[in-house]
């Protein structure tokens, strides 16, 4: 009221600011806007905008400015439209959009007069609704709160009295009529609560009262059934438990740390593992140097064995390993032992370690440079060096191993003696290294009681083990009985003291110069238990090369002082492990030959039962007489094996569309060049059909059933400028097998599976299949089919992209005038195809066996190779390398036992004589040493376990009584294979092609004219010399071919060879002599020609 601000309508009160709002009239629509920061609620609910009013509306100015806004123009129109003939008001939808009772909450209007008390409760009831906890508010909005409900609770008492007393004065009758219909509907409509008396409003509370105690009783209910069910389930887990303990033996602590003793130790063994590792690889690594001898390179590889943290290379070539361009990260991550390759490399006069997946990797180098051997314009452009040999080379090779015990450091006393170089390859003596292990100084630290107990290290102390797969984790349970007479010495070592010692290397003997020049010597820091092996903070401590030393003892006088911090477990490598001296050289050629004449004398076959067993005795140390047989002198039939099988499927896709006549016709395929897979040329809007044509050419080998499923999918475009336009990803469509399926078996080795599915493109419900394509654009599809075989576990499965066009129903006549004109302009690609092509490789792998009885199943060195004739005496290494690494690591443990023994003796004879002046021998003492020699006696004539040894040969059983073909089908009913598909892309290369008669059935002699077409690695087989109707293909990797006047005199034909592949024969007969030695020598590179006369 006081302020200068010009306004039509002055109030006063708080929260009323200067330019509180403004009403504004535009033909009859008022719209009120709010001030900055004024207080306006409307309806209950605050604005901050312009807001239209409606008749009826509650406004709010402040917090007691309280008005109705009434607007006679609306309230004519609602007079109007209540009394229009028809128009009859219902439950729903009576209610004009603006009416103010629809802006507001109906059960809060009901037919209550409007007043001052309602639109109070009303913002009240707005305002506290939002809030989601009534203990937020603070005193005074709750003495608000209550005395807005109290003054609402009063103004309905009265209300009853005298209802229509309280109305408006400017409100007509007409007005207030409508209001109480409008009021009255709503009512009706919600059904659920009326304000009218306090009647109603007694029986809202006691139904909520009444809804408030039954779910207070159903909740009850529900926590004496979870409290029942508890206690239900208490009572069975310890009946369960009860009955468990009772069921389980129990165990001392004692025997609980024997137990995961013993199988920390089991899990160690890896003998078996091993075996099957070389069983399984043998092929790969026949393969390999197959590839090897026949390309010339002067290089062999063979089985090794790689044991617990075994150094690799020389830290004098340490910086040449970051030029490496394939890190060899597997020879790290396997556990140890674990089986490896050996690389002897003849050109660089080197041996190094590769591990077996890095010579896989080789390998399928090694095969492409091959597949190009008869390519020279290709050939230029490979590395031929990269695959066969390390790059960059090795120029050191590893002598051997010499194992130091360091116990004198735990007893600060020095310690020099001379310890023998092992070949770790053979376990051969390879020489001698004198050693002193010195200790300079130490830190003062006290030990714990605990600490004294464990870690006490007693002279006399029975049999302490090195740490070795075999005998590691030792224990002595008498350690504390024992340590009794040390325990007034302080000269021990203590966990967490600073240990200074130094190491020195004095000299090296026994190694001549003709085997190995540029000695040195090696020793890592991990070898003391501080640092993990392999770890970034690994230091390795490397003497200077020697040479020029003949067969004379070299000095070495190298000295190395090392500072470390002593851990519990330092301290456990100190007690009972040894410290590893590396020695490395360059290796001779003298050294190279050795190597490989080991290994050909260690892999010689068994001689005859008679011999058998000697044989094998001195070999290996173990008795495998039984398993020695003759049978191992032959191969071994391949259905008996348990090997990987490889066979060449061929898949032929057709789609048909349906013809005016009712029969489906295949669609052509159109190929812009030789290289061009091509497309399907399909019609819009036809019913089609995928037709599936599968062979191979390994006959009952590889016997199939059926297809079981097919689905179609990953539909994408191809555009003229080569991108691919990917559609929503969606799962493959199924699509129906029709029954007609048919198997059928050859006389000629080969084996047809044929089936049709109906195609519904529609289903994709992809705009590529359902619109016309670009004339230089394609649809590409996923097309994938699973096969049953007899003797797979899971169905194959195969898939493969196909693509096509799709073209207007009219397209024949254009069609035809357009494959005229390209046949006209490029008749090179003026192929007309009806089928799309595909080649798969097919690997058949069985589940590796955990039997030491079904070992030789696994074997694969008997399989053949093409160009094995080339290895000569050489063969893979046998389960004998891991018996040889066995009694080697035998023989290695006893030496270093004895090294161990005889520091231990010599240590105790030092102390007798520094304390043989202090005589505290009682006699208790004395009985209690006797006592514990005698002990030590018992033990070593002690032989605890079963004398068994396992036992595991790569030579089959001798055969039982049981006929061979009962075995077979035992075999074969539970041996079922894991098949792992890889589709191969058709090579661009052609080596040869030409006209060659291929006997189609020897019986019937009958004969038949085939196009060929060398593909290395396969021979693709051709109707004719269009090569659009292919007939087949034959993988030659693997092929052996033979050649023999007789058989051409027997059959009278001329220019007749034979080709035999891992899994079928075939017969081919040129149309002259040269042209046949032409194909003989194209298809196997390794046959004599001269064998054959001119």
Same mark, same amino acid.
């Given at each position: 009221m006081d302020s200068d601000v010009y306004a039509d309508i002055r109030l006063s009160g708080p929260n009323i600011q200067d330019d509180h709002c403004t009403f504004e009239n535009n033909n009859g629509v008022v719209t009120l806007s709010p001030g900055v920061d004024s207080l306006i609620m409307v309806n209950g609910q605050r604005i901050t905008k312009p807001r239209q009013l409606k008749n009826g509306y509650r406004i709010i100015l402040g917090f007691y400015h309280i008005f109705r806004f009434n607007n006679p123009e609306e309230v004519r129109k609602e007079r109007e439209n209540s009394t229009a003939p028809g128009n009859n008001l219902s439950l729903s939808g009576s209610l004009p959009p603006d009416s103010p009772i629809t802006d507001t909450n109906p059960n809060m209007a009901g037919s209550e007069v409007i007043d001052w008390n309602y639109a109070r409760r009303e913002a009240v009831l707005n305002y506290y609704s939002a809030e989601q906890n009534l203990s937020d508010l603070n005193d005074e909005e709750l003495e608000k709160l209550y005395d807005g409900i109290a003054k609402i609770r009063n103004s309905r008492r009265t209300r009853c009295e005298s209802r229509t007393d309280n109305n408006d004065d400017n409100e007509s009758t007409t007005t207030r009529d409508s209001s109480y219909r409008n009021s009255s509907l709503v009512n009706m409509e919600d059904g659920l609560e009326s304000v009218y008396t306090d009647i109603t409003s007694t029986s809202e509370y006691m139904l909520e009262e009444k809804l408030k105690q039954d779910k207070e009783r159903m909740q009850r209910e529900l926590d004496n059934q979870k409290r029942v069910y508890e206690a239900k389930i208490q009572r069975m887990s310890r009946q369960l438990s009860v009955q468990v303990q009772q069921s389980i033996q129990q165990y001392t602590e004692r025997e609980i740390q024997l137990i995961t003793k013993v199988l920390h130790k089991w899990k160690k063994l890896r003998t078996v593992d091993m075996a099957e590792v070389i069983l399984t690889n043998a092929v790969m690594l026949k393969e390999a140097n197959i590839i090897a001898r026949e390309l010339k390179k002067q290089i062999i590889y063979q089985f090794t064995i790689i044991q617990q943290n075994e150094p690799l290379t020389s830290s004098l070539e340490y910086n040449l390993s970051q030029f490496e361009t394939d890190e060899d990260s597997a020879l790290i991550t396997t556990p140890k032992p674990c089986i490896g390759i050996r690389v002897i490399d003849k050109k660089n006069q080197a041996i190094y370690i590769w591990s077996i997946e890095k010579l896989k990797q080789r390998l399928h180098k090694m095969r492409n440079l091959y597949n190009f051997m008869d390519r020279p314009q290709y050939r230029k452009h490979f590395n031929w060096e990269d695959p066969f040999f390390e790059n960059p080379c090795p120029k050191y090779t590893m002598i051997g191993l010499s194992f130091v015990p360091m116990v004198n450091l735990i007893h600060q006393q020095p310690y020099e003696g001379s310890f023998d170089i092992t070949c770790q390859f053979n376990g051969q003596h390879r020489g001698k290294l004198k050693v002193q292990i010195s200790p300079l100084a130490r830190s003062v630290a006290v030990p714990t009681n605990t600490e004294k107990s464990i870690l006490r290290h007693p002279l006399l102390s029975s049999s302490p083990q090195p740490l070795f797969p075999e005998n590691d984790d030792s224990d002595d349970e008498d350690s504390d009985t024992e340590g009794n007479m040390l325990q007034n010495d302080h000269t021990t070592l203590s966990v967490g003291q600073n240990l200074l010692f130094e190491i020195k290397i004095i000299e090296f003997s026994g190694i001549s110069e003709s085997e190995f020049t540029d000695i040195h010597i090696q020793f890592r820091l991990s070898s003391f238990g501080g640092i993990p092996p392999y770890s970034p903070a690994e230091k390795i401590f490397v003497t200077e090369p020697a040479s020029f030393f003949e067969n004379n003892p070299v000095q070495v006088d190298f000295a190395q002082t090392i500072s470390l911090v002593v851990t519990p477990n330092v301290l456990h490598v100190l007690m009972y492990g040894f410290i590893t001296f590396e020695v490395y050289g360059q290796a001779q050629t003298r050294v190279l030959s050795q190597q490989e004449r080991w290994d050909d004398q260690r892999e010689k076959p068994p001689r005859l039962p008679g011999n058998s067993a000697e044989s094998v005795h001195s070999s290996s140390g173990s008795s495998m007489a039984d398993s020695a047989t003759v049978g191992s002198l032959e191969r071994i039939s391949e259905e008996e094996l348990l090997t990987a099988e490889r066979h060449d499927v061929v898949a032929w896709i057709e789609i048909q569309e349906l013809s005016p006549s009712g029969e489906y016709s295949p669609m052509q395929i159109t190929?812009?060049?030789?290289?061009?897979?091509?497309?399907?040329?399909?019609?819009?809007?036809?019913?089609?059909?995928?037709?599936?044509?599968?062979?191979?050419?390994?006959?009952?080998?590889?016997?199939?059933?059926?297809?079981? $499923?097919?689905?179609?999918?990953?539909?994408?475009?191809?555009?003229?400028?080569?991108?691919?336009?990917?559609?929503?990803?969606?799962?493959?469509?199924?699509?129906?097998?029709?029954?007609?399926?048919?198997?059928?078996?050859? $006389?000629?080795?080969?084996?047809?599976?044929?089936?049709?599915?109906?195609?519904?493109?529609?289903?994709?419900?992809?705009?590529?299949?359902?619109?016309?394509?670009?004339?230089?654009?394609?649809?590409?599809?996923?097309?994938?089919?699973?096969?049953?075989?007899?003797?797979?576990?899971?169905?194959?499965?195969?898939?493969?992209?196909?693509?096509?066009?799709? +073209?207007?129903?009219?397209?024949?006549?254009?069609?035809?005038?357009?494959?005229?004109?390209?046949?006209?302009?490029?008749?090179?690609?003026?192929?007309?195809?009806?089928?799309?092509?595909?080649?798969?490789?097919?690997?058949?792998?069985?589940?590796?066996?955990?039997?030491?009885? +079904?070992?030789?199943?696994?074997?694969?060195?008997?399989?053949?190779?093409?160009?094995?004739?080339?290895?000569?005496?050489?063969?893979?290494?046998?389960?004998?390398?891991?018996?040889?690494? !066995?009694?080697?690591?035998?023989?290695?443990?006893?030496?270093?036992?004895?090294?161990?023994?005889?520091?231990?003796?010599?240590?105790?004879?030092? +102390?007798?004589?520094?304390?043989?002046?202090?005589?505290?021998?009682?006699?208790?003492?004395?009985?209690?040493?006797?006592?514990?020699?005698?002990?030590?006696?018992?033990?070593?004539?002690?032989?605890?376990?079963?004398?068994?040894?396992?036992?595991?040969?790569?030579?089959?059983?001798?055969?039982?009584?049981?006929?061979?073909?009962?075995?077979?089908?035992?075999?074969?009913?539970?041996?079922?294979?894991?098949?792992?598909?890889?589709?191969?892309?058709?090579?661009?290369?052609?080596?040869?092609?030409?006209?060659?008669?291929?006997? +189609?059935?020897?019986?019937?002699?009958?004969?038949?004219?085939?196009?060929?077409?060398?593909?290395?690695?396969?021979?693709?087989?051709?109707?004719?010399?269009?090569?659009?109707?292919?007939?087949?293909?034959? !993988?030659?990797?693997?092929?052996?071919?033979?050649?023999?006047?007789?058989?051409?005199?027997?059959?009278?034909?001329?220019?007749?060879?034979?080709?035999?592949?891992?899994?079928?024969?075939?017969?081919?007969?040129?149309?002259?002599?040269?042209?046949?030695?032409?194909?003989?020598?194209?298809?196997?590179?390794?046959?004599?020609?001269?064998?054959?006369?001119?």
């Open positions: 190929c812009k060049n030789a290289l061009d897979k091509g497309y399907f040329t399909l019609r819009q809007g036809l019913q089609r059909r995928i037709c599936f044509t599968l062979m191979h050419t390994s006959g009952h080998q590889f016997e199939w059933t059926r297809i079981k $499923s097919a689905s179609i999918g990953h539909v994408r475009l191809l555009d003229g400028k080569g991108r691919i336009l990917e559609t929503p990803a969606q799962e493959n469509i199924p699509i129906k097998l029709l029954s007609r399926q048919q198997v059928v078996y050859r $006389s000629d080795g080969t084996s047809q599976l044929t089936a049709q599915a109906a195609w519904d493109s529609s289903q994709h419900d992809c705009i590529f299949l359902n619109r016309l394509t670009d004339l230089n654009s394609r649809v590409i599809l996923n097309l994938m089919w699973e096969v049953e075989a007899e003797r797979c576990q899971k169905p194959i499965r195969f898939n493969m992209d196909i693509a096509i066009q799709i +073209q207007s129903r009219d397209r024949s006549l254009r069609t035809s005038k357009l494959s005229s004109l390209k046949r006209l302009w490029y008749p090179a690609a003026a192929r007309t195809l009806t089928k799309y092509s595909g080649v798969f490789s097919v690997h058949l792998k069985p589940p590796m066996t955990r039997r030491t009885s +079904q070992l030789w199943r696994l074997n694969t060195a008997t399989k053949y190779v093409h160009g094995e004739e080339l290895l000569g005496s050489w063969k893979p290494r046998g389960v004998s390398l891991v018996q040889d690494f !066995n009694s080697m690591q035998e023989r290695i443990n006893r030496k270093n036992q004895v090294a161990f023994t005889r520091q231990i003796l010599n240590l105790k004879k030092q +102390q007798v004589q520094q304390t043989e002046q202090v005589k505290e021998a009682a006699t208790d003492e004395q009985e209690r040493q006797l006592a514990l020699l005698k002990k030590i006696v018992d033990l070593w004539q002690l032989r605890l376990g079963t004398d068994k040894e396992i036992v595991i040969s790569q030579d089959p059983p001798v055969q039982t009584d049981m006929p061979i073909t009962v075995q077979r089908e035992e075999l074969q009913s539970t041996a079922k294979l894991l098949a792992e598909v890889e589709f191969v892309n058709q090579p661009a290369n052609v080596s040869k092609k030409g006209y060659l008669l291929y006997q +189609q059935d020897a019986a019937k002699d009958l004969w038949i004219k085939r196009w060929f077409v060398i593909r290395r690695p396969y021979i693709y087989i051709y109707a004719n010399d269009t090569e659009s109707d292919e007939q087949g293909v034959i !993988n030659v990797a693997s092929v052996r071919i033979d050649y023999n006047e007789a058989l051409e005199k027997m059959i009278q034909r001329t220019n007749v060879f034979a080709v035999y592949t891992n899994n079928n024969a075939y017969t081919l007969q040129a149309g002259a002599r040269q042209e046949m030695i032409q194909w003989i020598q194209m298809i196997d590179q390794k046959f004599p020609l001269d064998t054959i006369t001119t």
